[in-house]
């Protein structure tokens, strides 16, 4: 996979759940060119190393929301509940999968994880001086409306409109 369209790939894979950015199982294996059972059992050797804050396997309400989202989900055994894995998650999958793919992949989810962050910060501050802006224009209405008016006062009532009068060419008559 080239560098451009993993990064692609991973970051269509990274899923808001519970307020924490996670990818699941199936994707990762897929990332690490593994079965998803595989993955598993590898990652059930090593479960001291994935406490709930860096792995956790999705709830039933999670899993209705996330089916919609998980486009390989038709590959995962039903009886099994999907398990995610947080950045802190992913980033201890480089201790347990070591060969070369594995360590190329995980560079490059970890850099998808540091953009996602990135562009979230960005959104956040861009939304946060957007508010300020709109309370400090917020706050000009009143002296603006003010000053509008006086300039109408100034101007003067408006001249009533007048109908033509005098005579009027309707271009029948010839010209000179």
Do not use: C, W
């Amino acid at each position: 996979m080239k560098d451009i369209a993993a990064t692609e790939f991973i970051e269509k894979r990274i899923y808001v759940i519970g307020g924490q950015k996670v990818m699941g199982d199936v994707d990762l294996a897929h990332l690490y060119g593994v079965t998803t059972k595989a993955f598993n059992q590898t990652i059930k050797r090593n479960k001291n190393r994935f406490p709930s804050d860096f792995m956790f396997s999705l709830l039933p309400a999670e899993q209705e929301t996330m089916r919609s989202h998980f486009v390989t989900a038709s590959q995962r055994n039903k009886r099994f509940a999907p398990i995610v894995f947080t950045e802190q998650g992913v980033s201890m999958l480089s201790g347990v999968l070591r060969s070369d793919r594995a360590v190329r992949m995980n560079v490059a989810i970890m850099r998808a994880f540091i953009k996602l962050r990135s562009i979230l910060k960005n959104q956040k501050e861009f939304t946060e001086q957007f508010e300020k802006l709109e309370q400090h224009l917020g706050t000009h209405d009143k002296p603006i409306n003010s000053i509008l008016n006086a300039i109408h006062q100034l101007m003067g009532p408006r001249p009533p409109k007048r109908k033509a009068s005098g005579f009027m060419d309707r271009g029948n008559s010839p010209h000179v």
